[in-house]
């Protein structure tokens, strides 16, 4: 299993790698230029082209990229915001703990919410309960987060006054924040549930279980429903990835300082430190979930555990 481990993350190397690159390459190629807009429009050519000098943006594409490349993996460091002098580290370490808690608390909600519903879809196949639970999993994928985070301010802070509309504060100004971005993950959820349940209670053993007695209960949750999980825990890692992603567009309409405003206002200052910092963040803590996802196999597929088994075995023989 040591080896397993190891071997996922020197893999992870290429892909943060790639990400780097590929996020350097679109902001070098993208149309503006920074420096303008930093200075403003009473700047004059010689101010612009000093502030261009002194940026590195005169530089080749070749040189500007290994300079890049060696800052962060060599020195780890993401350099200065352009429009803040700030540095950029220590401004997406004091946001990230904000974009996580929303994107946990989405998957916390996913799972006590979506899986249930998948199960009860499965059980009641083609029945009343398989219809409200896909109707529901149809609306939540069908509506995008943002139309439902407006409909939610909506109602709940403009109309009931229940809830405030943006801002952070305690833990009920991330209600509706995590709402908002969890509903299509829930019918995402439930949806993969009910298939892969749909697919295992027609199962052999299944059957068998029955034949001998058991309660539905300990068939659902004792037999099937662990044979079932290995799609859902795919649907959950990668679920983590779009919810990181989706805070972007959620933190812009709640007004929360996390890494997503942050890589909002980065975009529209053209702040390249600020954008490419914050997309290689989120592209890491990807990765590190997709980790998590795949030691969560090993640990719940017997199937996984008897191959280290029999490796280990071979090597003991040899």
Known sequence: MGRYILRRLLQLIPVVLGVTILIFTIMYFIPGDPVKLMLGPEATLADIEAKREALGLNDPYLVRLGKFLGDIFLHFDFGKSWVYNVPVTAELLHRLPRTLIIAAACILLQILIGIPLGIIAAINHNRWGDR???????????????????????????????????????????????????????????????????????????????????????????????????????????????????????????????????????????????????????????????????????????????????????????
């Open 132 to 318: 409200i639970a896909m109707f529901v999993a149809l609306f939540g994928i069908s509506m995008p987060n943002f139309w439902i985070a407006l409909m939610l301010v909506l109602y709940f802070s403009v109309r009931l006054g229940w809830l405030p509309p943006y801002g952070i504060g305690g833990i009920k100004y991330y209600i509706l924040p995590v709402i908002a971005n969890a509903f299509p993950g829930i019918a995402t959820q439930a949806r993969q549930t009910r298939s892969s349940m749909l697919e295992v209670i027609r199962s052999d053993y299944i059957t068998t279980a029955r034949a001998k007695g058991m309660s539905e209960f300990q068939v659902i949750f004792k037999h099937a429903l662990p044979n079932a999980l290995l799609p859902v825990i795919t649907v959950i890692g990668n679920g983590m990835g779009r919810l990181l992603a989706g805070t972007v567009v959620i933190e812009s309409i709640f007004a929360i300082p996390g890494v997503g405003m942050y890589l909002v206002g980065g975009i529209n200052t053209r702040d390249y430190n600020v954008v490419q910092s914050s997309v290689i963040f989120l592209a890491i803590a990807f990765t590190l979930i997709m980790l998590l996802v795949d030691l969560m196999y090993a640990v719940i597929d017997p199937r996984i555990k008897a191959q280290f088994a029999a490796k280990k075995r071979r090597k003991q023989y040899a």
